[in-house]
């Protein structure tokens, strides 16, 4: 075995001998099972759900909201922070409402976005983008406002148009840092999106959760919070994967 | 040999540059006034820290002078200078080949000409083989190599190298140097190169400027006679490039020192 497939191993083990003690301990009695299921008894409610479609429905509507609401937020945060690094007036127009809006808590916003956008889908999209939009745009404009001043010499030196400036040097040379902004926004996405799904939604993950609390069957609960956690962690996998593909200058 | 020139020329004169104003300003350059004439290999050598680099600056457009004046005589050049930098400047991004094409692509050259002419400078430089490495796959003299392939491949007017060599470990620089010579003797574009090695400037150059410390100024300039084709190695280790180097230190030695007791004020 490999030192690497070896290392890869002992990470499981710290997950693997929590959830035994957590199934031994409940087994032996310790604690009701009613209030603290065993990974045992999520298991069987997991396949449930699977099986009825319910867990389909809720992950897909959830995921969704997720995607639509980061792209919506993504892309105009890394368009306007790159146009911010490159023309000063834009960033003096700009970074007072950044400063100003950036430190509000966006679930917040949630009661705003009902009464604009209504009950459905939207407003939960609307509150995903807000929360994505700020670490991206903080993010982007760093990276690009901090690229090494030689390369601002040499596409100058060399000719580019405010355009190819835009296209082909500030926005690469500000890819890690908005990679990194990404990565902030996918965790704040999931965020944001449960609590609002917590209170304002008949549907997703966050509905799943709240309302099997309500219910008092902690099991299922316990079904939608695993899932989330699966889905932040391949989000967060598959990003990183991105990255190594779009950013290979990076890696040495 | 004669060297076929074909390079803009270019009159400085009486340029003045300051940074920063009431009691920080700081006079860079003062009084500077130069002749380069078309074809020409000119190095400029100086004390750290003299204005060589910000005239080099003000000749690439990316700094504008204080006063006096620059008149560059680029008709029927394309493009009127490019810049070769101490660290490459290559976008990390970019491979090789994207690299060199860059200022052709920013000018609007059309594809198939961008790629035989990006063809002819690697094959200029030797980096045919590495045309899709990306920088970081690269040793530092191979950077430089693609950097100086950047430059010729847009056919300026004029070459303005900043100290292109300094970072690269002995043996790298002297197989670069021997490498731009042997361009030059092919291209006979004008280069005016900023150095602070004495021994670099008379390798290469067939005129030295040399500056003076703060605020810079041109001390003396001197002819370097030494005939074409030049064989860097055997040159340097010539008596009569011995008897010049000692020459052209006698003339720097004063402006260093007096570099340095400013710095230990």
């Keep these: ?252 | 040999m004669d060297v076929q020139r074909r390079g803009a020329g270019a009159e400085i004169s009486r340029l003045r540059k300051e940074f920063g104003s009431g009691a920080g300003r700081v006079v860079a350059i003062e009084e500077v006034n130069l002749t380069i004439r078309p074809g020409e290999f000119v190095c400029i050598v100086g004390p750290s820290g003299c204005g060589k680099s910000t005239l080099l600056r003000i000749l690439a457009g990316l700094d504008h002078a204080t006063g006096g004046r620059i008149k560059v005589d680029a008709a029927g050049w394309p493009v009127a200078n490019a810049m070769v930098f101490q660290d490459s400047g290559l976008f990390p991004w970019m491979n090789v080949e994207k690299n060199v094409a860059f200022g052709l692509m920013t000018r609007g050259v059309p594809g198939a000409e961008i790629a035989a002419r990006v063809e002819a400078a690697l094959r200029l430089v030797g980096l045919t083989r590495f045309r899709r490495h990306y920088p970081h796959q690269l040793s530092g003299g191979m950077r430089q190599r693609a950097a100086i392939a950047r430059a010729f491949v847009t056919d300026p007017g004029m070459l303005l190298m900043d100290e292109p060599f300094a970072a690269l470990d002995a043996q790298n620089r002297t197989i670069l140097q021997g490498e731009l010579m042997r361009i030059w003797e092919e291209t006979g574009k004008t280069i005016i190169y900023i150095t602070h090695s004495i021994d670099e400037a008379l390798l290469l150059s067939e005129r030295t400027v040399v500056m003076t410390a703060l605020p810079g100024r041109i001390k003396e300039i001197k002819d370097i006679p030494f005939p074409h084709p030049r064989d860097v190695m055997a040159l340097s280790a010539s008596p009569a490039f011995g008897a010049l180097k000692l020459d052209i230190w006698r003339i720097l030695e004063a402006e260093v020192m007096r570099a340095r007791a400013e710095l230990e004020k």
């Design chain 1, 1 to 252: 075995m490999s030192a690497k497939a070896r290392e890869r191993l002992l990470y499981l083990i710290s997950p693997i001998g929590l959830l035994l003690a957590w199934q031994i301990l409940l087994m032996m009695g310790l604690g009701d099972r009613r209030f603290i299921p065993a990974p045992t008894d999520i298991a069987v409610r997991f396949w449930e759900l699977a099986a009825s479609g319910d867990l389909a429905v809720h992950t897909s509507v959830t995921l969704y909201r997720v995607i639509a609401g980061f792209l919506i937020g993504a892309i105009p945060a890394v368009a306007i922070g790159l146009i911010m690094a490159m023309f000063n007036p834009v960033r003096i127009f700009c970074d007072p409402l950044i400063a100003a809006i950036f430190p509000i808590p966006k679930v917040a916003l949630m009661p705003l976005l009902l009464l604009a956008f209504g009950f459905g889908d939207a407003s939960k999209i609307a509150l995903v983008a807000i929360a994505v939009f700020f670490p991206v745009i903080v993010n982007t404009y760093t990276g690009a406002a901090n690229i090494d001043r030689i390369y601002w010499d040499v596409a100058k030196n060399y000719g580019a148009s405010s355009y190819v400036m835009f296209t082909r040097v500030v926005f690469f040379g500000a890819l890690p840092l908005i990679f990194a902004g990404l990565r902030i926004a996918v965790a704040v996405s999931f965020v944001v999106l449960v609590a609002a799904e917590f209170v304002a939604s008949k549907s997703g993950l966050g509905y799943l959760i709240w309302n099997s609390w309500e219910l008092l069957q902690v099991d299922y609960m316990f079904v939608g919070i695993v899932v989330i956690g699966v889905l932040g962690l391949i989000t967060a996998v598959l990003l990183q994967e991105l990255e190594r593909i779009v950013v290979p200058w990076k890696a040495e």
